[in-house]
């Protein structure tokens, strides 16, 4: 047995000692050499010291996820309706990059806000930078004004990443990618140390929710994690931030160096994962394209850094082009082509197929489960000589609403039979529901499984959805082959030779026995076993 952790004690002490540690280093920092307190810094650049935009954003994308999202309720948030599916569904349009997919999701993306949208927010400054500018000598110095152009600059990248990015999106991380890519071209430096403090901030907040935490090995359904990377919407993020960091550079004519907005730009999409270029082989297989996308990332580096440097010089003297204006006509290129290739997807109306006739619906939304259909919505994106590459066949929970043009497995396959059961809630603005989907089966020794998938909504009966194929033991049993197959009831015996008719019977109750075939079948302790001439096996066990 193992000892107890006497937790009610050590979590205090725990959160005690990290407020006496910080307390610490404050204490040491502001009694270290230097020119000056960090807050005389602060208040150079903000409002009274305080980086307003992002506390806005922050607030604002927090707002989206509990208040319209229902982020906080039984069921977690509500994830279908505010997708970006297309043109046709423009509240998903509008509200995409400010909602997310669950609690870690957000977590993630404001803890990534938090660290870089102030430097993109110091870079910007609250005060005019200027030289002889001063204050409220115009609109453009006015601190409020200053302020209220971030936060809008914050929605208008936000929601280009969800007109102009590929694919169904979901989350704020378009928009991290882009304060750090302001960052990089104004701030380098501070992009540097921000990648660095970003980790002392995640183990901070961990530390703060979760000071003990136990573990146990166990089996899980795990995607690879950069499978679950949108790194279009990143990507175009980035470029965004980019340019407009360009933008500010030279109109202030304060050039940063080569040197390190190259290798700025390097570690920023090495340590965000930019290089996991990766394509769907199947709903749960995935190919990566390592080495493309690190050879990527290198020439991107080049790239800003020319488009940044304060020397500019000729590379074309025919038609006057310089290194800079081809650096930067790179990133604009780049910028066009994934708003190009979102065109299709953003035209999108997927059909829904024959998978949902046995669907439980909700309002405009139908919820089913299926196993090796085409995914709908990759497969409607109607493109010359690849339309073969994109079709990909999924299997598990699947959401549809043909009135928001979705189309979405939201539980996979792999996971459902790890779990048992998962909560899917649906909505909109101003009403939510969630099913439950409970899956429940045998699975045979050595072998397969077979298994039924039911749904069930608040205040009503569930509804069988699906039932695989049968089972086949691998054992062979009184010279007879046995499989295990769902009925309408619950689930049979089937026991067959080569020289004789099918015999069946019912799995027995819990605690039971039943004979099929002159081969008795107990179960007992959630598994089941056959006997024959005295020799017992146990040939499955119940999902649980």
């Known amino acids: 047995m193992a000892p107890e952790v006497p937790v009610d004690i050590l979590e205090p002490l725990s959160l005690v000692c990290l407020l006496a540690g910080a307390l610490l280093s404050v204490y040491f920092l502001r009694g270290g050499p230097g020119d000056g307190r960090l807050t005389d810094s602060l208040r150079r650049r903000f409002v009274l010291g305080v980086p307003w935009g992002t506390l806005i954003a922050v607030v604002g994308v927090l707002a989206v ?72 000598g115009g609109w453009r110095q006015n601190p409020f004004v200053r302020i209220g152009l971030f936060v809008l600059g914050v929605f208008l990248v936000g929601l280009a990443t969800s007109l102009f990015t590929p ?96 290798f700025a730009t390097l570690v920023f999409a090495a340590s965000k994962s930019l290089y996991a270029l990766y394509w769907y082989l199947s709903g749960s297989e995935y190919v990566l394209f390592r080495g493309f996308g690190l050879a990527a990332i290198v020439v991107l580096a080049g790239v800003v850094a020319l488009a940044v440097t304060e020397q500019d ?119 939510r529901e969630t099913v439950t989907v409970h899956r429940s089966g045998w699975s045979v020794l050595d072998g397969e499984s077979t298994y039924k998938v039911f749904i069930e909504r608040e205040n009503a009966r569930q509804k069988q959805v699906f039932a ?7 054992a062979v049993l009184n010279d007879s082959y046995v499989q295990i197959r769902p009925t309408d009831e619950d689930y049979a015996i089937d026991v067959a030779r080569n020289d004789s008719d099918t015999v069946t019977g019912p799995v027995p109750d819990p605690s039971g026995s039943t004979v099929v075939a002159g081969i008795t079948f107990n179960r007992t ?20």
Do not use: C
Not at 180 to 190: C, D, E, K, N, S
């Open 525 to 544: 302790d959630g598994a089941l076993r056959a006997e024959v001439d005295g020799t017992r096996v146990t040939i499955a066990k119940r999902e649980t």
């Open 65 to 136: 996820y509990f208040f319209l999202q229902g982020g906080g309720e039984p069921g977690g948030p509500v994830v279908v309706g505010f997708r970006s599916w297309g043109f046709g569904y423009p509240f998903g349009m509008l509200t995409a990059a400010f909602a997310h997919a669950s609690e870690g999701h957000i977590t993630g993306n404001l803890l990534g806000t938090v660290v870089f949208a102030p430097i993109a927010e110091y870079a910007w400054s609250h005060y005019p930078t200027g030289r002889g500018d001063h204050s409220f």
């Open 313 to 431: 010089r000729l590379l074309v003297a025919r038609i006057d082009l310089s290194r800079r204006e081809l650096a930067v006509g790179t990133v604009l290129a780049l910028v066009l082509a994934i708003s190009i290739v979102a065109v299709p997807y953003n035209l999108v109306d997927p059909e829904p197929g024959p998978e949902t006739a046995e669907g439980v619906e909700v309002r405009d939304y139908t919820v089913t489960y299926a196993e090796q259909v085409p995914d709908r919505y990759v497969g409607g994106i109607e493109l010359p000589y690849i339309r073969d590459s994109l079709t990909v066949n999924t299997s598990g929970v699947i959401v549809t609403s043909d009135r928001r043009n979705a189309w979405e497995r939201v539980v996979p396959a792999g996971r459902l039979a790890s779990n048992g059961r998962a909560t899917v809630a649906l909505g909109g603005a101003g009403w």
């Open 468 to 474: 695989s194929d049968p089972a086949v033991v691998q």
């Open 167 to 262: 694919g169904a999106l979901i989350g704020f991380s378009g928009v991290v990618f882009a304060f750090g890519g302001f960052a990089i071209v104004t701030r380098p430096l501070l992009a540097i140390v921000g990648l660095l403090a970003e980790r002392v901030v995640r183990l901070t907040y961990s530390a703060l929710l979760d000071p003990i935490s136990f573990a146990r090995a166990s089996e899980q359904f795990v995607s690879p994690s950069w499978a679950d990377i949108a790194i279009q919407g990143h990507a175009l993020g980035l470029f965004l931030g980019i340019l407009l960091g360009f933008w500010v550079v030279r109109s202030r004519d304060t050039w940063p160096a080569f040197r390190r907005v190259w």
